[in-house]
């Protein structure tokens, strides 16, 4: 599964357990049909669009849509890598 397709379906999970419509989340009902298909590629600005409406962090749904990519059994270590990576750049 490419990363657009990931993220689309993160957002639309999301989405949907928040039970909000298509429209509600940005400029568009095809637009964010277009994101949650994959189809399209949001820039970082609408994905901070998104991410605030679902109230969010940007970052959660760029780390879930790699998650959902991740071969199963991964998650866990690509999330301590993750913890690890940003822990040891804040001290540098």
Do not use: C, F
């Amino acid at each position: 599964m490419e990363l657009n397709e990931a993220l689309g379906l993160v957002i639309k999970e999301l989405r949907q357990q928040r039970e909000l419509p298509q429209e509600g989340l940005g400029p568009s009902q095809s637009y964010i049909s277009a994101i949650e298909r994959g189809k399209w590629k949001p820039s970082l600005e609408k994905i901070e669009q998104v991410a605030a409406v679902l109230s969010v962090h940007p970052a959660s749904l760029l780390i879930l849509a790699y998650l959902k990519q991740a071969p199963e059994g991964e998650a866990d270590q690509i999330l301590r890598g993750i913890h690890a990576e940003v822990a040891d750049l804040r001290s540098t």
